[in-house]
């Protein structure tokens, strides 16, 4: 399997489990996937794992280039499949951007994966799916005990079916609310000398320039989660998930608090 580090891990951490080789391609400077590293490296893979927007980083590949970078792929390495996680989808903003699921359909070595843990707001019900060619699917119903529905519960399938048939202004609305907060909380980072990622997700990922832990305990302890560490950043970055704009106003109160005491005493 290949993916990029850091990326949502499941995926490496199920290769792995399974006894199968994890090659992790690092992310550029700016935390962009580095797609020719990628495509080079997927030569003779079995699976490579695209997250686009990449968890924890929200950074996020245009529709242009992914459709050429797919195509990379399937040239050079006809054999292997490619599994592009579209669980932040629906916070996009880039003018570039569409899915790929009409690829998926179509090409048997293509499939997106999507969720309704996010825009939907259904994390706990951890509802699923995934698009691609007839034959794919059939493939990977053998792993699913025979049902096609062994892992899921009564309630998420219907929480999932209300989902699918609202109204497009529901997901408007929700990218809409993300994203007002996220450019305030962004804004708020950046004019504190702390570099976030370019975020299309959300959540962003900040430079706060020291351990993501000591933050996350003294944010905690003034009543703020924020998220757990991510090697081989955790000693400079922490993911930052976005709320509604009054939980980010009163989130980055906090973050002031914390990080201005942090840097006091740094600077001591």
């Known amino acids: 399997m290949v993916g990029t580090i850091p990326t949502y891990e499941e995926c490496a951490g199920y290769a792995d489990m399974m006894g199968n080789p994890v090659r992790a391609i ?3 400077s700016e935390f962009n ?3 020719d590293r990628m495509a080079d490296a997927a030569r003779g893979s079995g699976l490579v794992f695209f997250c686009n927007p990449n968890n924890p980083v929200a950074t996020y590949v245009g529709a242009s280039a992914t459709r050429d970078f797919l195509a990379r792929v399937n040239r050079i390495s006809p054999e292997t499949t490619i599994l592009v996680d579209e669980a932040y989808f629906d916070y996009v903003t880039n003018p570039d951007h569409a899915t790929h699921i009409p690829a998926a359909v179509e090409d048997p070595r293509i499939l997106v994966a999507r969720t309704f843990s996010k825009a939907y707001g259904m994390a706990g019900l951890r509802m699923g799916y995934a698009v691609g060619h007839v034959d794919t699917i059939r493939k990977m119903s053998e792993f699913d005990g025979g049902s096609g529905t062994s892992s899921l ?9 209300a989902a699918v048939q609202m109204d497009s202004s529901f997901v408007k609305g929700e990218r809409d609310r993300n994203t007002a907060a996220r450019d305030f909380t962004m804004k708020w980072f950046a004019d504190r000398g702390m570099k976030p990622t370019a ?3 959300n959540f962003m990922f900040v430079n706060i320039g020291r351990p993501a832990k000591e933050f996350r305990d003294a944010c905690l302890a003034k009543g703020v989660r924020v998220a757990r560490d991510f090697p081989p950043f955790e000693k400079t970055h922490c993911r930052i998930s ?3 704009m009054d ?8 973050f002031g608090e914390v990080l201005g005491k942090a840097s006091a005493t740094h600077a001591a």
């Open 242 to 244: 976005i709320g509604t």
């Open 247 to 254: 939980e980010m106003t009163k989130a980055t109160k906090v």
């Open 199 to 201: 975020s299309q997700a």
């Open 26 to 28: 690092p992310l550029d």
């Open 33 to 35: 996937v580095d797609l």
């Open 153 to 161: 519960n009564v309630l998420a399938m219907a929480g999932g079916l």
